[in-house]
């Protein structure tokens, strides 16, 4: 079945430090890739998708490119702040299949001042 | 404001007794989900719907049962053949068909505690 494996944490950072957090997955199809983000007691929002091969997805200074060929959608940022200190995870949709989403396990991110 | 209201936000339950936790969403989207968090292990799939009054089991649904017997209220009931019920529970929706990027819309979470 589908899986996603995403880099283990906890991870800690200095601020306007660069944040690079791994994500691999295994699909029969062609699914959606997506990164939320979840702040302490909170659900969880989108930061970012992206629906086919090549594309990235971007918002609040974060990134990340659908790459087919190493079956992977890193996300990175360039500056972490203080604020960006939340879990993180990795997830695809096959939407031609049962259309649910299938998530990483999570990498909990702390950024010190 | 439109979006999906998870109540009670935190629930505490002794051994033995049901608990039901409600998810109301005025988005008009047709599918909703029940997904469990636990630390370490994201998040897994409990149930879904995609119609109202048919649903499927996902990966983890011995011990719950739903209803959907509204379009916008898909509410979760923890049995007490659940074995470990102790967990944080997420609800979300989304639209199906055309225009459907695969994305989920959750709500804010019911922290359940059994005693």
């Known amino acids: 079945g589908d899986s996603v494996t995403q880099m283990e944490g906890p991870v800690t950072l200095s601020e306007e430090a660069f944040l690079t957090i791994n994500c691999t997955y295994t699909?029969?199809?062609?699914?959606?890739l997506f990164w939320y983000v979840q702040y302490p007691g909170e659900g969880l929002q989108l930061l970012l998708k992206?629906?086919?091969?090549?594309d990235k997805g971007s918002n609040k200074g974060f990134e990340a490119t659908y790459r087919k060929e190493t079956t992977s959608f890193h996300l990175e940022k360039g500056s972490v702040q203080v604020s960006d200190s939340a879990v993180y995870f990795c997830?695809?949709?096959?939407?031609?299949?049962?259309?649910?989403?299938?998530f990483g396990q999570g990498t909990r991110l702390t950024i010190n001042p | 404001d439109g979006g999906i209201t998870q109540s009670p936000k935190y629930l505490f339950r002794k051994e033995g007794q049901n608990v039901t936790l409600s998810c109301e969403q005025n988005?008009?989207?047709?599918?909703m989900y029940w997904y469990r968090q636990d630390p370490g292990q994201g998040l897994r799939l409990i149930y879904y719907?995609?119609?109202?009054?048919?649903?499927q089991k996902g990966d983890i649904a011995e011990g719950y049962s739903v209803s959907r017997e509204k379009k916008e209220s898909f509410p979760l009931t923890v049995t007490s053949a659940q074995k470990n019920p102790t967990a944080f529970y997420l609800c979300?929706?989304?639209?199906?068909?055309?225009?459907?990027?695969?994305?989920?819309?959750f709500g804010e979470g019911s922290r359940l505690t059994v005693l």
């Open positions: 719907s995609h119609i109202v009054n048919d649903f």
């Open positions: 992206a629906t086919k091969a090549d």
């Open positions: 988005l008009n989207h047709d599918a």
């Open positions: 699909a029969t199809g062609y699914p959606s």
């Open positions: 997830a695809l949709n096959e939407i031609q299949g049962a259309q649910k989403l299938v």
């Open positions: 979300a929706s989304s639209i199906l068909g055309g225009g459907n990027t695969g994305e989920l819309f």
